[in-house]
């Protein structure tokens, strides 16, 4: 399993992100520079900064335009748009976009490709396919399973401030209109995730995928503020990835919640040393933008010699947790056969 995919036309061209998950996508809110939640108890004056938008950088807020990246990017599948009308037009797809669409949907190069990527968004859509709500966590918050002690146990260290303060970005409560938990709340951020040396990108030391402030997303280059910020992404299905963060850099969910409880603590465990042997701290962020650096808990108070927050069973408690959340536990929504 490779860290992050090859593409372009000979398969031979590698990308710098890791595939982000497209479950649950119907819930992610458009791209905000500025967002303020409705359901936030104490306060909703408060700014919760950027927040929301499709892929790991926020920087398309529809299926349809999502499409539109891995359809022509040279170094995922390398099309153009004449490529993909022309394609289209001969496939058996033709016949069905044109009933659904109307007899002229695929008459222009341009019309045609909008309808490919329309097709694809309106697809990812579909709940029973990418929404199903299926999850033993599920379950267990509409009174149809029983979580084990252990999974209870991570559950609790997931929400506990004092521990992994996971739900604070990962929200694990349902909103207050009954909304099942999405496992996010959608807020880019910065956590510093090591740099990837099997990117072949990499090599270049002058090269840094900045999230939300470039090279990829372009309305924001050159603005420090955004840089570093990747999307929180849903928890749902996570146990079901082989690798994790923008990057692919980890391949194991306990080295995950490691580093998240360790980031400051080892950070010889976690980052490159440079050309003398020391250790560069955040290896795969420019030092000027060391500021935009995520410090809320579980990463305050973590210095060299502190204690981490989290043991070896307690982290074995939440990735237990973390494996409730994969779907097809139940075969329907427990949700929509529990409305009222
Ligand atoms: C301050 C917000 C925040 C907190 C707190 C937080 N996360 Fe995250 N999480 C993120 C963001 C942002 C990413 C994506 C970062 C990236 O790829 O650069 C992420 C990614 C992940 C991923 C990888 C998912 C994937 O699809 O690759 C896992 C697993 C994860 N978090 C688990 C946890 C656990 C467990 C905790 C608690 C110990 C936690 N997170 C606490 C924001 C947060």
């Not at 349809?64 to 390398?78: D, K, N, R």
Request: glycine letters at 8%; hydrophobic letters at 35%; aromatic letters at 10%.
């Amino acid at each position: 399993m490779l860290d992050v995919q090859m593409g372009g036309p000979a398969l031979r061209d590698q990308g710098f992100r890791a595939p982000p998950t497209l479950t649950y996508l119907n819930r992610v809110p458009p791209y905000d520079n500025h967002h303020h939640d409705p359901e936030e108890e104490a306060d909703n004056s408060i700014d919760n900064g950027p927040t929301g938008g499709l892929t790991w950088d926020g920087r398309v807020d529809t299926g349809a335009l999502q499409a539109v990246i891995p359809l022509t990017s040279p170094f995922e599948m390398g099309n153009s748009v004449p490529g993909v009308a022309n394609a289209v037009r001969k496939s058996p797809h033709a016949v069905k976009l044109r009933a659904a669409l109307g007899d002229d949907a695929l008459a222009t190069d341009s019309k045609a490709f909008a309808a490919v990527t329309r097709a694809l968004g309106a697809f990812e859509e579909d709940y029973a396919e990418f929404s199903p709500y299926t999850s033993k966590y599920d379950a267990w918050l509409t009174g149809h399973a029983q979580l084990s002690a252990q999974e209870r146990r991570g559950l609790e260290l997931f929400d506990d401030e004092a521990k992994g303060n996971c739900a604070q970005c990962h929200l694990s409560r349902r909103g207050l209109d009954g909304t099942p938990p999405a496992f996010s709340d959608y807020g880019l951020i910065a956590l510093a995730v090591p740099r990837n040396s099997e990117i072949l990108r990499n090599r270049d030391p002058g090269f840094h995928d900045l999230g939300a402030c470039g090279p990829e997303r372009k309305d924001k280059i050159g603005q420090d503020d955004y840089c570093g910020l990747f999307r929180t992404p849903t928890l749902r299905n996570v146990a079901q990835r082989k690798t994790f963060f923008h990057n692919g850099k980890f391949h194991d969910l306990a080295e995950v919640v490691e580093f998240y409880v360790t980031r400051d603590i080892t950070p010889e465990r976690w980052y490159s040393r440079d050309a003398r042997g020391k250790v560069v701290p955040y290896d795969d962020l420019p030092s000027r933008y060391h500021g935009n650096i995520n410090r809320d808990p579980p990463f305050d108070g973590q210095r060299p010699g502190a204690n981490a927050r989290l043991g070896k069973d307690e982290i074995a408690a939440i990735v237990a947790f973390l494996h409730t959340l994969d779907d097809g536990y139940l075969k329907d929504n427990p949700y929509r056969s529990s409305r009222k």
